[in-house]
């Protein structure tokens, strides 16, 4: 992609407006007649392994027949919406208004005669006609200082006149110095209350920008990240413009495998949001008109997904929100399991709350029915997470027991046919999007269970989660603190294996189920192995790195502090 401007000066380009990015067509893979076609053979697939699950003539003992049941609805309910979400994805949000308000967004003769033609930065941004203010706020609650420098800096060298501010609700001196160096603003909070969003309510309150963009601290933007947002704004209506997130991090196990659990959900999930105006704020690497926020209160407060719950409250508004499949932004990816366990905490709390303590259905709220349908997958998705414990215990009812989910009269090969035409054609539409199949998504989506089980017991006993930044390295920890209940679930996996093999040895037959208890005692291995490595790493660090970061406070002349 190029940026708007070479750094080199304006007078020497022209006396037109200033050339804009050529942009490459990020959402013509989903538009893809090869895409669609996969997409309507796994739907076909999805739909005959349901009737086969469904068939009275293949159902076995009623135990482990309700858990696969119960597990494999969720899926290939998830599945089936997702693959008509995808369908949808041919909608391109950049409409002629668009098109128009981008190609005068700058003026030239106003750049030449102030001096600014080397300092895109200062370019003043215009929509009909009417200059155009921006204030871009990086939220920071104790990442590293050398992450937080490299987001400052590329957020104050973006084209468009735009100020910068730095939110730290960690309270550093040490940011602060930063922000003072760089030329950024800077506040901080007496009080952390209402976690990122009260942040950035706080920091509303002391500004007047028509638009506000937000970026988490470590998300480093491209320079034209204004340039291919703020044209959408030209539509009255809209509230919102969201980009994907992408990571630049994935350099290990965990990383890669929670980079990649996001990649399919930003290429082709939210595109097709779009169609329906569903796209939903994700947090960081979104800018926002004022106005709409304001019309319902703020950013929300009463929850740490605070993202998903101000979007459903705008869409219940009437307001309209875009998502451009357009990379404008690379940040860090978890790459601990501790750090993977607080976000899929944090997301997956906000998405039973929203499920649980909010009636999508409701006859007096505004959102259509796709918008109902769509934030009702969103709610629901986490509840995949919870299937895998389901299906991990459905092997060892039938090694013990010998309690199984099919008919002894069903065949093994019927049975893998079957379910082959579901996982099968996933993993093919998972290596047509992605390139390959990543394993280290399907070691974390199986592993991942406790977390989403923990999360919807804390939104059924109204527990409160405290707040904690994903990349705040000041307060890692080793990660068998957070994953006692994969730990011991693969010691039982493990022994079940081997209960499973001497059976089999002894019968003169492999069977299904232990087939399947060994390939599901190596994926949670896989998980256990990394968390290995992981502790070894950091039992390396010496002690005094790990320590958390002390906070003193002191006023200094570019700070607000309030």
Not at 240 to 253: C, E, K, M
Not at 423 to 442: D, H, K, N
Not at 483 to 494: G, K, N, S
Request: charged fraction near 15%.
């Amino acid at each position: 992609m190029t940026s708007i401007e070479s750094r080199a000066p304006l007078a020497t380009a022209l006396a037109t407006e200033p050339t804009l990015p050529v942009r490459s067509s990020e959402n013509g893979r989903s538009q893809s007649p090869s895409l669609v076609l996969l997409v309507l053979i796994a739907t076909i697939g999805i739909l005959a392994y349901t009737g086969f699950l469904l068939n009275p003539g293949s159902r076995g003992d009623w135990l482990p027949y309700i858990m696969v049941i119960t597990a494999e609805s969720i899926l290939i309910a998830q599945a089936l919406l997702s693959m008509w979400t995808i369908l949808s994805a041919a909608h391109d949000p950049r409409d002629f208004a668009f098109h128009q308000a981008h190609g005068s967004l700058f003026r030239s003769r106003d750049i030449l005669r102030d001096g600014f033609g080397d300092s895109p930065e200062r370019w003043t941004m215009h929509l009909a006609n009417t200059p155009v203010s921006i204030d871009v706020f990086i939220t920071t609650y104790g990442e590293d200082i050398r992450t937080i420098r490299r987001t400052v800096t590329a957020a104050i060298a973006m084209t468009g006149a735009h100020l910068t501010w730095v939110l730290d609700d960690g309270k550093s001196d040490e940011v602060r110095s930063l922000a003072a160096e760089l030329g950024a603003r800077y506040v901080r909070r007496l009080s952390g209350g209402g976690a990122k969003a009260g942040n950035i309510n706080h920091a509303l309150a002391l500004t007047r920008s028509e638009f506000f963009m937000i970026l988490d601290a470590d998300f480093v933007p491209n320079n034209d990240f204004l340039v291919e947002t703020v044209p959408f704004f030209a539509d009255h209506r809209v509230a919102f413009v969201q980009t994907p997130q992408s990571y630049g991090n994935l350099h290990n196990v965990i990383s890669r495998g929670a980079g990649y659990m996001q990649s399919v959900f930003y290429r082709f999930i939210q595109p097709g949001r779009n169609r329906f105006n569903a796209a939903f704020c994700v947090g960081t690497n979104v800018i926002l008109r004022r106005t709409a926020v304001d019309e319902i209160g703020g950013m929300h407060t009463d929850s740490k997904s605070e993202d998903v719950w101000t979007s459903l409250m705008l869409h219940e508004r009437g307001w309209k929100t875009v998502y451009i499949p357009l990379v404008l932004a690379v940040g860090d990816a978890p790459d601990t399991i501790e750090a993977y366990t607080k976000q899929q905490l944090r997301w997956a709390t906000g998405g039973f709350e929203i499920l649980l303590q909010h009636n999508l259905f409701s006859r007096r709220s505004r959102l259509t029915v796709d918008q109902r349908l769509q934030y009702l997958v969103t709610a629901s998705f986490y509840l995949t997470g919870i299937s895998p414990l389901l299906l991990l215990l459905v092997p060892p009812l039938e090694i013990f027991f010998e309690l199984r989910p099919v008919h002894l009269d069903t065949s093994l090969m019927t049975w893998v046919l079957y379910y082959a035409g579901f996982y099968l054609l996933q993993i093919v539409l998972a290596f047509y999007t992605m390139g390959s199949f990543r394993w280290e998504t399907l070691m974390l989506a199986t592993a991942s269970f406790p977390i989403y089980v923990t999360a919807l017991f804390n939104v059924l006993l109204g527990k409160e989660q405290k707040w904690t930044a994903t990349g705040d390295k000041n307060r890692a920890r080793s990660p068998f603190n957070v994953m006692i209940p994969q730990v011991l679930f693969f010691v039982f996996l493990f022994l079940t294996s081997i209960v499973a093999v001497w059976r089999d040895v002894d019968n003169g037959m492999l069977t299904l189920a232990t087939a399947w208890n060994v390939t599901n005692t190596i994926i949670l291995g896989g998980f256990v192995a990394t968390a290995v490595r992981e502790a070894a790493a950091f039992a390396s660090v010496r002690p005094s790195a790990r320590m958390t970061v002390g906070t003193a406070s002191a006023a200094m002349p570019t700070a607000v502090t309030s």
